[in-house]
C-alpha cells in the first residue's frame, strides 16, 4: 500500500484478526489440566462490579498480537482480561486472536502459571537474542505497558505480583487478602477448595469485602440453598402445603 499523507492508522493499513493466524503448527501440545482449568475459575470470577459484562473480555492461551511494525510477533498469556472494551470484536464476532492495533487497548492485568521450561522467561531472568522477539516479560513491561503481571507457581503455591510503576514493574505484597486492584475494585488471591473435583490451592477473584466471587455452578447452589432454607421456615410456621 502506498504511503499516503498523513499516514494512514495502523487500524487501516495493518492485519486484522481474521488474517492473522490463532494457531501455530509450530506450537508444542494443547495445555495440560490445570492450565485449563485455573484460567476458567479466573474467567469465571472476574466480575468488576465498576464494568458491565459486555464491557470485559479475558482469556487463555490466545494470540495477543503486539507490535505494528512487527505484524506476526505475539504472545500466547496463560490469562489475560481487557476492561472497556467491547466484549465481541467490532461488537459482533468471537475473537481469533488480540491484535492491539485493532482493539485500541491494552490488557489490564496478564497471568502466567510458571511451568520448569517457562519459568525464566516469565520472571524476566532471560536474556533476549537482538535477532529473536522480545521476551513476554518485556512486551508486558516496555511495550504493552500491562498494569498488573501475577506469576504463580503452582508447584510451590507461591503467587508474585507485579505493579507497573513509571517504567517498569515493581514487585507488590501479597497477603491474605490479595492483592487489591483498583481499577476493577477487586483483588486476586490464594483460595484453598474445589474446584472442578480437585481440591487445592487456585487463583481466584474477591470482592471489595473480601468475599469470594461465585462461579455461575456456585451462585445456583447457593440460590438453591436459600430457596430451600426459605421454603424449610415457611413450613415451620406454616405446615406442610397442600398437594
Do not use: C
Not at 461488537?91 to 492495533?101: A, Q
Not at 533476549?128 to 516496555?142: G, I, L, M, N, S
Amino acid at each position: 500500500m502506498y504511503q499516503t499523507d498523513p499516514p494512514s492508522p495502523p487500524k487501516n493499513t495493518l492485519p486484522t484478526m481474521y488474517d492473522l493466524k490463532s494457531e501455530d503448527p509450530q506450537e508444542s501440545g494443547l495445555p495440560d489440566e490445570f492450565h485449563i482449568y485455573q484460567p476458567q475459575l479466573l474467567r469465571e470470577t472476574f466480575q468488576p462490579p465498576n464494568y458491565s459484562a459486555d464491557q470485559v473480555f479475558t482469556a487463555s492461551d490466545l494470540n495477543l498480537y503486539y507490535d505494528p511494525r512487527h505484524p506476526q510477533w505475539y504472545k500466547r498469556p496463560d490469562w489475560f482480561a481487557v476492561v472497556g472494551v467491547s466484549r465481541l470484536y467490532e461488537e459482533k464476532d468471537l475473537r481469533l486472536s488480540y491484535v492491539i492495533w485493532q482493539e485500541g487497548i491494552a490488557p489490564l492485568i496478564a497471568v502466567e502459571l510458571l511451568s520448569p521450561t517457562t519459568e525464566k522467561e516469565d520472571l524476566g531472568k532471560t536474556l533476549r537474542d537482538v535477532a529473536q522477539p522480545p521476551t513476554k516479560w518485556e512486551v508486558y513491561e516496555h511495550i504493552l505497558r500491562i498494569p498488573y503481571y501475577f506469576v504463580f507457581d503452582r508447584y510451590t503455591d507461591s503467587l508474585q505480583a507485579f505493579e507497573l510503576t513509571g517504567n517498569r514493574y515493581q514487585a507488590l505484597e501479597v497477603n491474605d487478602s490479595g492483592v487489591w486492584i483498583e481499577d476493577v475494585e477487586m483483588s486476586l488471591g490464594l483460595w484453598l477448595g474445589t474446584y472442578q473435583g480437585i481440591n487445592r490451592l487456585w487463583l481466584r477473584w474477591r470482592d471489595a469485602v473480601g468475599n469470594w466471587i461465585p462461579t455461575p455452578v456456585e451462585a445456583e447452589s447457593q440460590r438453591v440453598n436459600e430457596l430451600e432454607a426459605i421454603l424449610a421456615r415457611y413450613r415451620e410456621q406454616f405446615g406442610e402445603l397442600d398437594g
